[in-house]
């Protein structure tokens, strides 16, 4: 029922995966996204880029259902995930798994078992099983030694690794990746991002990714796209867009970041 | 004054009853006071207000009145409507109960420090709201608390001898019927205060142990 070797997933659909048609996303009298329409094909790698406040992990977070838009659809493999009744909504958010800035590992459980309770509790996987996937999940993360230890032994590079490693226990058809080197010290994001690009050339995972490392970005995208004020002004191959970007405000993003 | 020994070994074998029925007190009040605070913490949080108005007011209500009229409305009103318990189980469900509507505080502040990230979390996990309180959220809100719940546990102690007023006879009980029938004032309320100061120590000692443990 659930596999727990690395063979792909024939459940996997190729084609479209993540559909948002006309989502808008209000906070008070700001508006976030407006009118958004956007998708993403299974496998692919899509890196969001630009200035904050410019609705990127807003995306993110609409399709986490950790918001709700105020207008429009969103769709994940065929099935709607907004509008849609809670238990919809809970089988349809299965496919999902997030990487958060802070890493938000539950700091009373052990690595362990922050990796196996969702598989547990949510896939119905037996304990057995659960903890056999998170070895293998460590051992790809390069933490096998600390299963043991809590969250707060853990430097933030290795507690970020875990939460990977936590999301993909559920195996999620689609990874969505939150500034997750953001909040690390400067020498371990290295450690971080080499897993994410193991990970993006070992699998068949979608990305959506949101980050500020325009030299991952680069490595891993498919396809760039570029917000300004909840729009996507522009998008393409990683190539185009950091060496012959159109628009004047991706240049001006761009010569900043770089 | 005079001090007494032999009025202090006349008077132990009451104290001893008079422990027993304070750690009685205390104990049962205290678990009482941690499951109904966390019962009034929770019910708060539902989004209804059908539901979070009534327990509001009711536990303002028993927040804002005297313990010792909570204690007499029971012991001396409720038989009336045909309601009966003995002294010492009306004492013990009279302090949890008072005690509740502050725990419930403790609880709700230690229930709002865990981080918004952790909800996040649960939900991205897809874990049932049920099994995201009982193995995230609680276990952290429960571990921030126990240092201001041993506080109460203290309180609850020092507010043990209220009980004496529905017949209750905790130590202060035992030992002031000692002092009636003997006119010897001194040695048992010398003897009880010393016990509130041991059992007081005897229970921070524990709790900081408590805390220790449950810190990662």
New interface residues.
Partial sequence: MHPTDSKPDPRRSTGELIRLEQVTKRFGDHTVLDHLDFSVDAGKHVTLIGPSGSGKTTILRLLMTLLKPDEGTITVDGDQLFPAPEKQVREVRKKIGMVFQQFNLFPNMTVLRNITEAPVTVLGMSKDAAEERARELLELVGLTEHMHKHPSQLSGGQQQRVAIARALAMRPQVLLLDEVTSALDPELVAGVLDVLRDIARSTDITMLCVTHEMNFARDISDQVLMFDSGRIIESGSPEKIFSEPEHDRTREFLSAVL | MKWDWSAVSDFMPHFWDGLIVTLQALVLGSAISFVLGLVWALLMRVPTRWVTWPVGALTEFIRNTPLLVQLFFLFYVLPEWGVTFSALTTGVFAIGLHYSTYTMQVYRAGIEAV?V??W??A??????LR?TWT??IL??AV?RVVPALGNYVISMLKDTPMLMAITVLEMLGEARLFAQQNFQFTEPLTVIGFAFIVISYLASLALRALERRLV?
Avoid: I, Y
Avoid at chain 2, 123 to 128: E, K, R
């Fill in positions: 981080p990230g952790q996040e979390a939900t991205a996990l897809n874990l049932p099994r193995v995230v276990p952290q571990r990662h």
